[in-house]
Each structure stands twice: as structure tokens, then as C-alpha cells.
């Protein structure tokens, strides 16, 4: 009985893989759901959850209803291979939205790659996940970017001369932020005082800050995740740091406040996008979404639903569902206006828009500043 | 010379929380002659049964004596009580089994916790209450000594004191040694050793829960596998003083805070988990008791 029960449990799950309707096209979509920067994903899930929900109220693609099939990536890179491998083969899906983490798209891309399955990442912004190939596409600004428009704010706007880095050395994400904007911001005219590292997961960072207190920059550039930043942002201040901390789009959660308190006030990151523009696709969206899961949508979800509604846009036009014909539509992309911007794909794939500053005031974000390409 | 002695403070504060935690797992193999790799997740669940009582009574924004005191109470009964379930599900029905089974069940136990809190809590970090105001105690030029910092060493010293008398002048303490001793010798002489080892998991179990509402006043965010890393740091302070060692376990983890915070200072945060762990094998290799411990033959 035991046998045969464990035989049961083992089959059942590969009988319900084949059980796909016909009248159906699945779209796969992996992200971290749990895992230490799980609210990345939970928000990008939302906004393509939104994104799919409204394309099948409006009659789906060609006809058909789309149906989307999301596995959880625990945050760890091997898990976004399996994911990825799963959804292909297993769950036959035409296109896969990619997660947010850069890490984890550099793991999953060259699978979608092999098996020709267009790849749609919202938000991994490291420059070599496109490099997997030709079927690979984010629809984000990459991380050079990011790193020049501090650089450029820290210099123009804030005027900062001396400036040191913590990054955190196990994330690609971070180590890209941080390279360029220390090679922008020297070629401006700035001097990097110190750059020192930290690891994803640490919650003590005193001896960085105590170390980067003893070079009294005027400024501290922080490209992490909010998880980090927001404990970095109090040690800091418990040290007696003044100095304003900057940062990229891995700020961009509530959580960064609550866990920050006061300390994080006033500080700055770049962003996709800002819940205080008054373009109307961006408060019709900010309405929809609230209206659907109750929350101001943070920029990870306005990132999962313009993916989600790039792909769908090609799939419409592309001449039937194969990989190679979703493909090439995905790539003619150009001046889609989504919530984050005007989206044009570039020959790499990349997206090329604009990003904005960003100034946390507690559970707001004050609007600073916007800096095109 | 400022940022010298600021790295002493950082890594003595440091150390004192590794000290909290190394106490736990000192003690548990002081009586089983195990290690209890669950302790670390234990600690995980006092966090969390704190931040939900405060939510619940809705003190988690009023930072005073009195919601540190609640939140060390519920923090210290439900670690209590988990480790009591543990060692009442897990542990006792291995009693008898070989040293490796019981090893392997409390990874299990560990593992258990840890997935099952993604399942419960939600994996993302959550925001530990406000417990206690931070302030300056004083300061030489830059250099600032912390209420948080002094609250923590002084805990984890008390704790040290507490656990020395309790093991050395009390009847219970006595108790105790002699089930460490021979457990089956121990109940020919009126000892109950199922007893003696649950009111270890609750002493145990108990400076966990301190140890929970301590880091989360200092480091406010807490998930559930926030135990993994420090549970091993401690561990390794603990086999560094000498496992089984009650001042053993306070002595290596201030070693460990404090040569943690240098490397970071002066090399690189690259080798903080790597010195360690680094720690570890050579101090097995050199000096398999701990600094602190005594070499005994194992009795056949």
C-alpha cells in the first residue's frame, strides 16, 4: 500500500503537466516569491497577474485566453534554471517573464536560449543577461545606466566631491552599479574615497561604516537591496554619518522605510518610474492596481505588467505562437508606451528610456529629478 | 586610534550577541553530548513570537521598560516551549540511538523550522517591534558607546553568571552534572535525566528567546532563516571556547566578534563567514576541546 501510494505521489505530478488545454496559451513566469528580496518578486508577479487579467477580460491573444503558470525561485539561482527547464518542457509554455534579480536571469536565459523560448525580463538589469542570446529581451534600463545617472546626479545636483562606495560583492547586480558610477563619477571630477564591501545577508555593518566614517566623504553610494540598505542606513546614522546615501532601483520597496525608520529619510535612489507622475497611463494603472491587491504598486510592479503587456503585444502580432515568430516581433518593439516609460528595444535587446530620482520621505518617494540617456 | 577602538566596541557588542546563542548550544551538549542544530531556528521563532505579540497588543510603536519586558516574556515561554516539543518529539525517542541519528534528526528539526517559518511567517523580512530607545552612554570624540551595545554585553554576562551558579551550586545544577556524567548511574540515585534534560532545553531555549528580542532591538529586521548564519557563527564560538563550557562559550564568542570585525575593518567582508568557519578547523585540528575545554577519553 505504502509502494503504491509513493508511486502515486511520484506520477501524479508529470499526468497533470499533460492535462494542458487546447483553447489555452500558457505563458511561464518564474520569480522569487520567497527568499530574501521576495518582495521583488511578489510585485512583479502582481503587476503581470494584473497585466494578463486584463488582456483575457479584453478577449486574450488571437482568440485565446491566456493562462500563466508562475513557479517560485526561493531567491537562489539554481532554482531559477530548474524553474525555467520546467516551464519548457514540462509545462510547454510559448514565452517565459523572467524574474527581477539579474543573477537569477543569468542563470535562467541561456536555458530559454537553447530550447528557442522567448525570454521577457521585467527588471534584471545587469548587462549580460541579454548576452544569452537572441531570444533573451528586458524590457528595463541596464545597470551602466542606473550607475551613470547617480554619478551624474551626485555631481550636478548634489554636488558631492568625495564619495565612497558599499556594495555588496555577491550580488552582479550591485558590483555593476558600483563600477560605473566609481568610473562616471571619477571622470567628472570626483574622488571615491573608499570602496568596501558587504554580503548579502549580514545584518552588522559597523566596521564598514565606522571605516568609511574615518574618510568623512560627503556621500555614500549604496547600490544593494533594500534588506540591507535599510539596517546600513541606521548604523550609519547611529554612528553619527550625515552624509546623504544613494542608491539604485534594489531600494525600491516599503519595506526599505520600515525597516530604515527615520534614518532613510531623505536619501536618494534611481528608479523606473514614479507614483507622483501624472501621465495618465501611470495613475490609471496605480488606480487598477490598487483597486486589484489594495497597495500603491511599487516600480517591480509596473515592470511585470509592461512586460507582460510587450510580450502579449508581440505575440498579438506575430503570424502564430512559435518561438521564432514571437521572436522577431519582440524585437521590432519600439515606442510602446507602458507605465515606466516609453520602451524601445535596442540591438542588444536592452530597453533605452529614462530613470528617475527618487527622494524617500518615510512611505512616500518624492519625486526629484528625471535623467534620459 | 578613534576607529580602533570604535572596531573594539562594534565587535565586543558583536560577540556578545554570538555569546547568547553559543550558550544555548553549550549547554544542550553539556548534558546530551549533542549538538542541538535547531537551537539557532528556535531563536527564529522567539523573533517572530515577539514581533507578533507586539502587533497583537499593539505596542509594536511604543519603545519602553515595560514592552521589553512583555516581549522577553513571550519571546523566553514560546522558545520554551518549542525547544521543550523538540527535545519531547525529536530528541527523546532517539535516546538511545547512535550520536549520528540524533546529529541528523536535529538538522532535520532545523530544516523543519526554517522552511516551515517561510510557509507560516512569509520569507520576507518583516520589521522587528520598536523595544527600547538607542542612545549615546558617552562618547570620546567620534568614538560613541551605545545603550544597545552595553544592554547586550551585560545580558549575555549575567546570563554566563546565572548559568555558572545554576550548574554549581544548586541542587538542580548538581542534578544536572551528574546526568552529564552518566545519565544511567544518575537515576539509580533518584535522578530523573527525561527531567533534567527538558529543564535544560527551557534554560537553553529560554537565552535564546533574550537573545531574539536583544538582536531584533539592534538589527530590526528579522525572516525566517535568520538563524542559519548566526546559529553557525555561535556554534563556532561555542567549539572555540570549548563546547560543553559555559564561560567557554561567552570567551569564544567574543573572540569571534571581535576578529570578525577586524577582518572586515582592515581586509576584506569578503573573509568574515571564511574566517569562521576558518576558525573552526584549525582550532579542531590544534585544540579539539576549545580553548577553555578538557581533554577527556571518550569511555567505552
Known sequence: MKRLLLALVLVLPLVSGCTKKQNEIV??????????DATFGLSSNKGVRLALDEINAAGGVKGKKISLVTLDDQGKNEEAAAATTRLITQNKVVAIIGGVASGRSKAAAPIAQTHKVPFVSPASTNP??????DYVFRICFIDPFQGFVMAKFANETLKLKKVAILRDVKNDYSVGLADVFRDEFKKRGGEIVTDISYQAGDIDFKAQLTEIRSK??????????????????????????????????????????????????????????????????????????KAKYNETPDALAALGYDAAKILVAAMERAADLSGPAIRDELAKTKDFVGVTGKVSLNENRDAVKSAVVIQVEGKNRKYVSTVTP | MHDFIQHII??????????????????????????????????????????????????????GILTLVILLIVSMVSCSLLGLAIERLAYRPLRGAPKLNILITAIGVSLFLQFGGQLVFGA?????????????????????????????????????????FLIYNTKLGRAMRAVSANASVASLLGVNPDRIIAFTFIVGSSLAGIGSVLVGMKYPKIEPLMGMMIGLKAFVAAVLGGIGNVRGAVLGALIMGLSEEMVVAYLSSTYRDALAFGILIVILIFKPAGLLGKYTVEKV
Open chain 1, 216 to 289: 568623512n566623504p560627503d556621500g555614500i553610494y549604496i547600490p544593494g537591496y533594500y534588506t540591507e540598505v535599510g539596517l546600513i542606513a541606521q548604523q550609519a546614522r547611529q554612528l553619527g554619518i550625515k552624509a546623504p546615501l544613494m542608491g539604485g532601483d534594489g531600494w525600491d520597496s516599503d519595506k526599505l522605510s520600515e525597516i530604515g525608520k527615520d534614518a532613510i529619510n531623505g536619501n536618494y535612489y534611481s528608479n523606473h518610474y514614479t507614483t507622483e507622475s501624472s501621465d495618465p497611463s501611470v495613475t490609471e494603472f496605480i488606480k487598477k492596481f
Open chain 1, 27 to 36: 505563458i511561464g513566469e518564474y520569480d522569487s516569491l520567497t527568499g530574501s
Open chain 2, 124 to 164: 520576507d523580512p518583516k520589521v522587528f517591534p520598536d523595544v527600547m530607545k538607542d542612545f549615546v552612554l558617552f562618547n570620546i570624540g567620534p568614538v560613541e558607546l551605545k545603550s544597545f551595545d552595553v544592554t547586550v554585553l551585560v545580558v549575555s554576562i549575567i546570563a554566563m553568571f546565572g548559568l555558572q
Open chain 2, 10 to 63: 562594534n565587535g565586543i557588542s558583536l560577540g556578545s550577541i554570538y555569546a547568547l546563542i553559543a550558550l544555548g548550544y553549550t549547554m544542550v551538549y553539556g548534558i546530551l553530548k549533542m549538538i542541538n542544530f535547531a537551537h539557532s531556528d528556535v531563536y527564529m521563532v522567539g523573533a517572530f513570537a515577539a514581533y507578533f505579540a507586539a502587533r497583537l497588543l499593539n505596542i509594536e510603536n511604543n519603545p
Open chain 1, 128 to 133: 549580460d543577461v541579454t548576452k544569452a542570446g
